[in-house]
């Protein structure tokens, strides 16, 4: 018995018979744009980031999702390289990585992950993997989830936690893991305080429960702590160890006590849900748009073919909104100049704010270095160092992105002013990456003689941080290839540090100790000023990709409601010197054609 074809879903066949119109209009530059619509809705994918501190149970989570081990899981630490799984009919897996600071993809067989996604196979990230990517067919994919398994952060008020922050606006969701050995930390929280303001959906996930005879009793005082920080979010408890178990042995029971059915049901419903919906509507509302826009062209040849006296004052008044329309796609355009405008002040407002916020930044860490006496202080210091300036970083990027919103909406009202409607979703939606924003730079002092001769060693620095930020979607990826390295910055470590070790507070010290403390100061502010010349440069260069993106959206949207006035003014020109015959024709023809548009409408409403 063959089982019943499943109903087409109502987006997709009214897209299959809106193009099927448009064919009839020629109107090739709509047909592009409802295939772009139709390409996001059929690869909507929904990007899930899981993230917490070292040997928490992060891989061992996703593992056990996937119902099988994929990513290596060690005694040893993860290297600094992130992972993304993502559905596929075959599996495969292909790490990105730089050579001589050009991008390569390499493939990857399954067994050779390992070598490139842990700290026994690549130690220390010699290898210069930027991203894995993994594609396999497991079930829990199928529905366009996307899981990011990061690198340990290593505590979450280092530098890790704020650069994955700046990733997370967008993200879909965020499940922080955390083991049931202790209570969640106060950084573990703060983070998660943070990201439920920048992220949609975030969850929190207690693994490791078959280690721990009180679990349940951590959990209780976890969710306590939650409940005081005013956090709201899901959190289940999990066992990777009974997960496994339980699927080698087909164990219902065993399974449902490894807490994986509530995982898998959660992140389903509260984070792939919502996220292929909301990817649908911005769909449904594109296409909707192509349709309004054939409407009014049909509508206006069918009027002035029902009433041909009114045939001479639609030519006039279409030809009238023509020039003004020519007036608006000028360079002296009121929406050009305001993006002109618009982008000029955007990157003035964040370059100051950028300036002030590092300034205050070296002002405290002036301050900080003053009452360091000791090489534990200057690690404590090192990592807070890197935490404030990649937050400063990412408020910038951050900015960035609002302000290019705010200022498309502000265009959308000039338009509208005109009393033109581009309509919404107009947009290429490209992806920009922001590349290699924090390089890999020395901060040593060019005076070494001033360093302890056995404590001198190399700087790490920090390693390619990198962001991806998008615009209007995420078309052509779905996430940025910068993003990993993002995620899994190093630490920093300036060589100063080494210099506050062993000295202790006597008088002929003092000198020396002054020394040292000026010489942190000088690799501090190398360090602020170095990143502050990059990250300049790429903000230059992401606020003109913005305008580009904006620019060609707007003119591309003026240019098609142009091409809809050209034909409908062509249309009527031509009936006119038709007969009689040949526009009742034409008429029925129109009618058809938009009740058919109207239809496809409707059902475009109904399927919101």
């Known amino acids: 018995m063959t089982e019943p074809a499943k109903p087409a879903d109502p987006v997709a066949a009214s897209v299959a018979e809106l193009r099927a119109i448009i064919k009839q209009f020629g109107r090739d530059d709509l047909d592009r744009r409802t295939m772009a619509a139709a390409a996001r809705?059929?690869?909507?994918?929904?990007?899930?980031?899981?993230?917490?501190?070292?040997?928490?149970?992060?891989?061992?989570l996703v593992n056990g999702l996937l119902g099988r081990s994929v990513l290596p899981v060690?005694?040893?630490?993860?290297?600094?390289?992130?992972?993304?799984?993502k559905?596929?009919?075959?599996?495969?897996a292909i790490v990105r990585r730089r050579e001589d600071g050009e991008l390569k993809t390499e493939s990857l067989s399954p067994d050779q992950i390992g070598d490139w996604g842990s700290e026994l196979g690549n130690p220390g990230n010699r290898r210069g993997a930027e991203r894995l990517e993994v594609s396999l067919p497991a079930k829990v994919l199928a529905q366009g989830l996307v899981l990011v398994d990061t690198p340990g952060m290593g505590g979450l008020g280092a530098g890790h936690a704020a650069a994955t922050q700046a990733f997370l606006p967008f993200a879909d969701g965020l499940v922080l893991v955390s083991?049931?050995?202790?209570?969640?930390?106060?950084?573990?929280?703060?983070?998660?305080?943070?990201?439920?303001?920048?992220?949609?959906?975030?969850?929190?996930?207690?693994?490791?429960?078959?280690?721990?005879?009180?679990?349940?009793?951590?959990?209780?005082?976890?969710?306590?702590?939650?409940?005081?920080?005013?956090?709201?979010?899901?959190?289940?408890?999990?066992?990777?160890?009974?997960?496994?178990?339980?699927?080698?042995?087909?164990?219902?029971?065993?399974?449902?006590?490894?807490?994986?059915?509530?995982?898998?049901?959660?992140?389903?419903?509260?984070?792939?849900?919502?996220?292929?919906?909301?990817?649908?509507?911005?769909?449904?509302?594109?296409?909707?748009?192509?349709?309004?826009?054939?409407?009014?062209?049909?509508q206006e040849e069918q009027a002035a073919l029902t009433n041909p006296e009114q045939r001479e004052q639609a030519l006039v008044r279409l030809q009238g909104a023509t020039a003004a329309l020519e007036n608006v796609r000028g360079p002296g355009a009121k929406w050009q100049v305001a993006l002109n405008d618009g982008i000029g002040d955007l990157s003035n407002r964040v370059n100051f704010g950028m300036r002030g916020d590092f300034r205050q930044v070296t002002e405290e860490f002036d301050e900080r270095i003053e009452q360091m006496k000791t090489s534990q202080d200057w690690d404590v210091a090192s990592r807070d160092l890197q935490s404030a300036v990649a937050t400063v970083v990412a408020t910038a990027f951050n900015a960035v992105v609002d302000g290019a919103a705010e200022l498309r909406e502000n265009l959308i009202a000039i338009v509208n002013?005109?009393?033109?409607?581009?309509?919404?979703?107009?947009?290429?939606?490209?992806?920009?990456d922001v590349t290699q924003y924090w390089k890999e730079k020395s901060l040593d002092t060019e005076d070494e003689g001033a360093v302890k001769r056995g404590f001198k060693k190399g700087l790490t620095g920090v390693r390619g941080a990198q962001s991806g930020v998008m615009m209007f979607g995420m078309l052509g990826g779905f996430l940025p290839a910068a993003v990993g390295t993002l995620m899994a910055s190093n630490p920093i470590l300036l060589t100063a540090g080494a210099a506050f070790g062993g000295f202790q507070l006597m008088e002929e010290r003092k000198r020396r100790l002054a020394q040292r403390r000026a010489q942190a100061k000088n690799q501090t502010r190398k360090f602020i000023d170095n990143t502050q010349f990059d990250v300049g440069n790429e903000i230059a260069s992401l606020v003109k990709e913005f305008q580009r993106d904006l620019r060609d959206e707007f003119s591309s949207g003026l240019a098609e409601l142009q091409r809809s006035y050209t034909e409908s003014i062509n249309q009527i020109k031509q009936s006119q010197q038709a007969t009689d015959a040949e526009n009742r024709q034409r008429l029925e023809q129109l009618n058809i054609v938009s009740k058919a548009l109207g239809g496809v409408e409707q059902r475009l409403k109904a399927a919101q």
């Open 41 to 60: 809705l059929k690869r909507s994918s929904t990007i899930v980031c899981v993230v917490g501190e070292f040997k928490q149970g992060k891989s061992s």
């Open 417 to 432: 002013d005109e009393h033109l409607s581009i309509g919404p979703g107009i947009s290429a939606g490209g992806t920009f």
């Open 74 to 85: 060690d005694d040893d630490l993860a290297t600094s390289v992130i992972t993304l799984i």
């Open 87 to 92: 559905h596929a009919e075959t599996e495969s």
């Open 179 to 298: 083991d049931a050995s202790a209570e969640l930390s106060a950084p573990e929280i703060e983070f998660m305080r943070q990201a439920t303001a920048l992220c949609p959906t975030v969850m929190f996930v207690q693994s490791k429960i078959d280690l721990y005879p009180s679990w349940q009793r951590i959990f209780d005082l976890n969710k306590a702590h939650l409940d005081r920080a005013g956090l709201s979010i899901p959190m289940l408890a999990t066992s990777a160890a009974l997960r496994m178990s339980a699927l080698a042995r087909s164990d219902r029971d065993l399974n449902d006590r490894s807490g994986y059915p509530a995982l898998i049901d959660t992140l389903i419903n509260r984070i792939v849900a919502p996220a292929k919906a909301a990817a649908r509507q911005r769909s449904v509302d594109d296409v909707t748009s192509v349709v309004s826009l054939l409407r009014a062209t049909a």
